[in-house]
């Protein structure tokens, strides 16, 4: 069965600086990778998806993830947070072959600091 | 934003009561979905729906049913509500499947809570 770990529940960083949120996932077979990002007290919104082609995916709001076949992961990154960053983000996987079946992580809470 | 409405937003109830959530879209979509969330599990799929009349169980669909008469609405049923059932609930909506790059989106949520 399809697995997805979001390797840090929280991740505190400072406005303006860097960040990577880490997603592995398990799978023998090809996959559909997603990220999504839920405010608080919202539904999740779609940041960016991969299908096929190139390994780094760009995505709303300045983010980009890169799927790495090889360490079956796709990290999420973005090169200078903003306050408004504050969230918690998902990685979510479907194979290619089932029907919409999305497996989710546990999720990451990015706190964005002053 | 996806036309995607849950209804109610805010549930109280009590262990052993019928519980039906409601899920109406505007977007005339195929795919209809019922998740849960709960700290440190992410989103976890109970049901969804592939058309009229078209449903299949999730991960987690023990103590829950549902039913689509409509391509509008999407209902869950908790038949007899327990505790552990206590959850935000969401519902998600797709036109197509994920390889046809059609992703999901989802509505604001439900919170329930079941004492």
């Known amino acids: 069965a399809q697995s997805v770990t979001q390797l840090d529940s929280q991740v505190p960083v400072f406005e303006e600086a860097p960040v990577e949120l880490r997603c592995n996932y398990s799978?023998?077979?090809?996959?559909?990778l997603f990220w999504y990002v839920q405010y608080p007290n919202q539904g999740l919104q779609l940041l960016l998806k991969y299908l096929s082609g190139s390994t780094l995916v760009k995505g709303i709001n300045g983010f980009e993830a890169e799927f790495n076949k090889s360490q079956t992961s796709f990290h999420l990154r973005k090169p200078s947070v903003h306050i408004s960053d504050t969230a918690e983000y998902f990685c979510a996987v479907s194979d290619s072959g089932g029907y919409n079946k999305l497996i989710f992580g546990a999720g990451t809470r990015l706190a964005v600091h002053p | 934003d996806a036309g995607i409405t849950q209804s109610p937003r805010h549930k109280v109830t009590e262990t052993g009561t019928p519980v039906t959530l409601r899920c109406h879209q505007t977007e005339n979509h195929r795919y209809m979905y019922w998740y849960r969330q709960d700290p440190g599990h992410g989103l976890r799929l109970i049901h969804y729906s592939y058309g009229v009349k078209d449903t299949d169980k999730g991960e987690v669909s023990d103590g829950y049913s549902v039913s689509r008469s409509k391509t509008e609405d999407f209902l869950l049923t908790l038949e007899s509500a327990t505790s552990s059932q206590t959850s935000v609930y969401f519902c998600a909506i797709s036109e197509g499947r994920i390889r046809e790059n059609q992703p999901q989106h989802f509505g604001d949520g439900t919170r329930l809570s079941i004492l």
């Open positions: 799978s023998s077979v090809s996959v559909y």
